[in-house]
């Protein structure tokens, strides 16, 4: 079978700057692909490019019949405005033409609840607020899902509910997951592929292979030390 995603010689560069240069990897159907490295070093971009939202050289194709859904790490949206969750999938499902019952259900797959459906988003805690941008790209039946951090600023708890979540969801609608991500421990548990990214390193694997001393030191530019590799325990570097 055909991969479902197949990445060959990727660059993108920002003002003749480069931030990705000659990255190459397969993503295969049920994945869940962990992209990890340093800050700057270009895993928002990947997932931009992937969506074909910058401008880049090399090759990325999709497998014919993929539906991709995005959840950024942040929202430009002001969340003191007086809007509701329902309201941010009412206004996807209306551009999409989707019928109530399908908003119904991706609401129902996250464990949204009708009174946090009816919540202002700026009263919605970090985790609430998270279901409900997975919900929003769970519309249109994705069976892709490129995550920016899923869990960036939640606490323990909320994280490792987000993280529940998403395996869930995986194993019921059997998704490819790609995500960004800086535990590394959540990435050696969650994760059959990584890629990895750094100003110097640019490599691809099994998280057994990449998800060493030695190679995370390269990656970190960090000593060999801060890798620990522990149930939720997280790097030095962080």
């Not at 009263?123 to 960036?152: H, R, W, Y």
């Not at 019921?172 to 548990?189: G, P, T």
């Amino acid at each position: 079978m055909s991969p479902l995603l197949t990445v060959r010689n990727l660059a993108v560069s920002f003002d003749s700057r480069p931030v990705i240069e000659n990255l190459s990897f397969d993503v295969d159907r049920a994945d869940t692909l962990a992209i990890i490295g340093p800050n700057g070093a270009g895993k928002t971009v990947l997932l931009r490019a992937l969506l074909g939202l910058v401008p880049y050289s090399g090759t990325i194709a999709w497998a014919p019949g993929t539906r991709l859904g995005y959840v950024p790490q942040k929202i430009a949206a002001d969340r003191q405005l007086p809007i509701q969750a329902r309201d941010l999938l009412a206004a996807k499902a209306r551009i999409l033409k989707l019928s109530p019952g399908e908003v119904a259900a991706a609401a129902e797959a996250v464990k949204l609840t009708p009174d946090l459906l009816a919540t202002s988003i700026g009263v919605l805690s970090g985790g609430q607020f998270q279901k409900a941008l997975i919900a929003f790209a769970l519309l249109g039946n994705p069976n892709v899902l490129l995550f920016d951090e899923p869990t960036a600023s939640l606490d323990e708890l909320s994280e490792e509910r987000i993280y529940t979540l998403l395996a869930d969801l995986q194993r019921a609608r059997q998704l490819s997951i790609l995500l960004v991500s800086h535990d590394l421990s959540v990435v050696y548990q969650s994760a059959n592929k990584v890629v990895c990214l750094s100003k110097d390193t640019v490599c691809f694997g099994v998280p057994q292979e990449i998800l060493t001393p030695e190679t995370l030191a390269k990656v970190y530019g960090a000593p060999a030390t801060f890798y620990r590799h522990a149930q939720h325990q997280r790097p030095d570097h962080e």
